[in-house]
């Protein structure tokens, strides 16, 4: 078992992003469920999100999406969420929620549409100005839904086109970052189906395009695992978007479906240095509490990051070397799982108690009241969503 | 190659229903895109519907969604369709969209849920009684999102219950069809996740519990033929749900994504007698065209039926059949797959022809006019879709 | 947190069937890796199967083979295993590794091979009349490989027939159990796909037909607790294999591959009385040990399932039900997550001690000096493998 | 519809080149079940190759693989073949029949394995400088089945080293085809899981390193075109081992899973101009018949393959180009629909009568007395299979 000291040290520096639309309302195609006291605007939003970094101390920043985040002073929303304790991190752009991304936005068919989608990537590397962001966080729902509707290559060609713009168009100490998705909303070619595609485009782009991991944005059996190995091997993992899936996208709380799966992958980040404090990593959440309370839903997920990346720190990493260089399969399996069946909520426990927070988050936002003052305060107005 | 005059007469008597909500707009979780033109109340629905019948000959029923369908006066409804040339025909209760929902319908842990539920249910059977339907058809969305959040077992207990008080309360002519779903929107448990299940649930309430197959409710690889052939031999088939899918339920146009395994599904029925007239399955499509116009949609996939239906009936299963005996793998193979071979584009025009029909519906609905008079016509007003 | 003691109980009580075949040598269609030491013959099994029990306490039977397991006198193999602590189990009728069997066993299209297969069952009912076996276990290879190959109906019937010839020999304390699969070895159809098949067999054949849970033959995404939890309901699950997948039917170590998911099949099983002792659910492993020692892989195993076993019954299943009926989603999720996260190690190993065992199996079967011993002894002759 | 000459004229210099393990025994982990007539040694193979060649007239190459098919005299090989109107083609590397790869060749953490299997493929390379072969296929059945077994990233580092001195030993008219698979017989990780691990791998050799599609080693829901027209892209598709799958890597004949998907890979291979006869992309065969015959099973799969690409070719580019650009779903989606749904059996009887072949492979070969000659000639010896 490695040092329980060593692995505060690290657990104490590290960093969880969370995602502005997880504190708005979220659902499926069958129905939207309204919960009170959600945010209706982004400085609701921050304001949720600081709870959550009050209540843990490893999420400080927030990820907006843009347009569900657009305000005309991104000053006076910085200036709030600093008030709150918080800073505003990766910007998200949205091309998807507009009539004409019908079929596709940088992508689509129709150059004027190619060009509106373009124009708005730009007005997110303008908000990144303003809001001093590092990351342009892509994902893009283009693709097609039959076989022949459109041409799998020139999309390709368009995006790379669109792609190279952005890229051109950021300063030196901004990123792109690419993410890629299996499926959905697209149901029959998704135009960055997999890594490999990232990883394809991003190469060409050069070193400041980096790779988006979605822990939900894969085929059934597919090791993602490997994949963070591979990425970090090439210098091209750039974030995690951190959330459980049992089926398809599901957008669940990180950790709920597959915690061992979680702890394999922050194994791999912890091996290849990815924790440590520069790797220019971003971990983030990206999920939808549909069902569950917002500020619990992230502050349980931010709980369940911690687990499992306590529970990669705690490998014996000697022993396991040693054991798979003498090709003990049991004895190095066995090494990986006595760290994954460790109780790390002590260590967690103590760990919070020294950065002066509360040693049950949960128990403590339960008890401060937040949750019961919103529901009160936040009536009439929009509520934030999916598309707002 | 059988006979060609054979086929044809059971395809002139093939009747395929359509789905109401087909009409409306749809989406997924991330974008409805509006449609100009779209229906905004029942009888605009049920004048589309009456679109796809009047250029296809097969499809004169239309089935309703409750309460998307709710009128006031179901008679005018019906009338409406008669006077458009076709009738109503299956009910589908929705008990989804109501935010007391959140955590189930019918099988929610809180029993005054329930009891809504159930009085939803009670609710569309005196629709079909109205209407004169045969058939109550049953998709709940219930089910969990994460391990621990509720009893699986008293769930199904809870299911049971209403099952029966709903069973109990139809006429002896109508027909309970019970769907099941892998997922979505419930992202753990599906209280009816599986054909077993389902199965099982319509074996305790009696003969005229049957179960419904949604060709895109499956886990991948599940061999849907199967499923129908198992369920043919038992008598528990009641209903089909077509469409297609790559992924998850994309419900995209049935035969789109692979049409060979349609044409496997409808040989199947074929062989069990289930093309008959009598033979008590409702064929329906059960789609959502998200980014095509919805009436060619329509028209389109009663095509895809046709078409996998016609090579079903063109099997030489007197060749199969010896072939199978004889352990011919190959050959028994090449029999199916001369049929599947045959391009039965010709004998499906010839016979719309006899029918009186224009042998290319998918033209023939162009040029009507039709589309363009819906979309000068239908200006105002809300457009229906999932949820209204 | 359930009560320690209670839960010691339950554990002290717990019986785990080994598979015999696990000890000889197995592989993949590419190579099977031989190993020094392996048995060549059922006596050496039977004696490695008692190594298992003797360092775990809680395997003291094992399941034969047959033919793979024919000896010539089972009494001499019933003292044998008796001589080493354990007894005969389940037996499992093997019809899928003769010539004959190209096409299928029972379900062969050729009235000469399913007569050979059925004769086949009926010995095996004979090995257990004199072993005294109460189980006989039936999983069939049978399916097709291509469409059309074979008529999927006319499979069904010669599996019904098949299946009624076998449960009439049986004697009055005697069980059929029906073991399904998704695929593999046939890659098209399989004539026992899924749990509802086998249940639907079963519910015809009578209440000593029961089926049995594979935990590697699943489609992907499918939800094995549901499953249990139904098949329980139904008064109708007979028996576990245990494995895990990553992929396919990958036969790997228990509990290796998701930890949680056995945790929360055991829970299922707790849940509805299953671990009681005369709950006549028969626990199995059915495992390949392709590239790790058998018996180290085994008592892994062993212990795997008795982990997975102890948290279920730690679950706080009074503050469960509260929180599942408050509707208290992240609650009742948290409920079930305090008794995973919790390390059972502790608990078992004093378990153990009390049992007058070793509190660590694994290090305490490696200083025994049995591995080095059947390296050395068994040199020459056969060794028993897949097929042997 | 494209014309009909144009597209014989490529189906005239289609080359599709066979797998010398076809036309030996076969199966799974369960059984192989042995099949009169069988080759016995490459000689056989070879003869048996060019009868599939003599009835199709498109099939002149056979690939070997080393060891399976080492000879004491590749020059007397080659003679066998051009006597027999064929030559051998493609040489296909053996890592993983030797007990020494039980944890891995080039992967293995013991370095004396890494060399040895390392010498393997110089050998194979020898191989191919004395049958004149261009490429040089590799697969590794390298992985690991259990989490922590061995480390992920040093294995790459082990891979890539190995990939190093193979390329650096090719001659400048030689290639390297790496090939990646999901999973079998790892089970946990595998060092070539995808076609991104391959192409970067490839990408870091050079030009002659390229990319091979097998089409059964993907996750379910892969979309295998998007992949085959990304890699023609980057010009780094080099080979394609065809076969299908409806579960895992079943092996069966291609196009008899998913006639519709093989016509979608094959549109976009001649999208990108890949059927023309300078591309460079090696189509190969690679299947197992583990239940139907041989010669039939390769003679099906030739046809299958050439169906499917006369469909391909028949589509009309024009039409789809223009409704594609218009954005018109339904009727793109129904020019390639058009293409598929056509029967063009016709065109390719016409076709092989124009090269003075029978019209029906399968007829004429079955009328030949081949197989009955085979059955009666090879008897006694040892019949080739996998790992033989």
């Keep these: 078992m490695a040092g329980r000291e060593a692995a505060k040290n690290v657990l104490r520096a590290q960093r969880i992003e969370l995602p502005s639309w997880a504190f708005g309302n979220s659902g499926t195609r069958f129905k939207v469920f309204a919960q009170q006291g959600v945010p209706r605007d982004p400085f609701e939003k921050v304001a949720d999100a600081a709870q959550v970094h009050a209540f843990t101390g490893v999420a400080p920043t927030v990820a907006l999406h843009i347009p569900w985040d657009e305000v005309e002073d991104y000053g006076a929303l910085g200036r709030a969420a600093a008030d709150a304790g918080i800073t505003l991190g990766t910007v998200n752009a949205n091309v998807f929620q507009d009539d004409d991304y019908k079929l596709g936005s940088v992508t689509n068919p129709d150059p ?12 997110c590397i303008d908000v990144m100005d303003r809001t001093g962001s590092r990351d342009l966080k892509l994902w893009f729902s283009d693709g097609t839904n039959y076989p022949g509707q459109d041409d799998i290559r020139a999309r ?19 990123r792109l970052i690419l993410e890629y998705k299996l499926f959905e909303p697209a149901f029959y070619t998704t135009d960055v189906p997999d890594w490999g595609t990232s990883y394809a485009h991003c190469l060409r782009l050069g ?34 978007d951190f959330n459980s899936r049992f089926y398809a996208d599901d957008d669940l709380i990180v950790g709920a479906a597959d915690p061992f799966q979680l ?56 022993a396991l070397s040693a054991a798979q260089a ?18 790390v909520r002590p260590l967690l426990a103590e760990l919070r108690e020294e950065m002066g927070l509360d040693p049950d988050p949960m128990a403590a936002y339960a008890r401060s009241g937040y949750a019961e003052r919103i529901v009160a305060d936040r009536v009439g107005g929009n509520q934030a969503g999916w598309g707002a």
Tied chains: 1, 2, 3, 4.
């Design 112 to 123: 004027a549409v190619r060009r509106k989608a373009l124009d708005h990537l730009f007005a």
């Design 156 to 174: 390709q060609d368009r995006l790379a086109e669109a792609l190279e713009a952005v890229y051109a168009r950021l300063s030196a100490d901004q």
């Design 207 to 240: 070193e400041r395009a980096q790779v988006c991991v979605d822990t939900g944005h894969h085929a059934p059996g597919t090791n993602i695992e490997f994949i963070v190995a591979f990425l970090l091997r090439e210098g091209k993992l750039g974030a995690f």
């Design 263 to 318: 702890f394999r992958i922050l194994f791999e980040v912890k091996q290849a240095g990815g924790l440590a404090a520069d790797s220019g990593i971003a971990f983030m959440l990206d999920q939808c509490h549909n069902i569950e309370p917002k500020i619990p839903g992230q502050i349980r997920s931010v709980m369940n990051v911690q687990e499992a990346t306590a529970k990669a720190l705690l490998v014996d990493t000697e």
């Design 326 to 343: 003498a090709g003990d399969v049991l004895g190095a399996n066995g090494v990986l799982m006595d760290a994954f069946n460790t109780d």
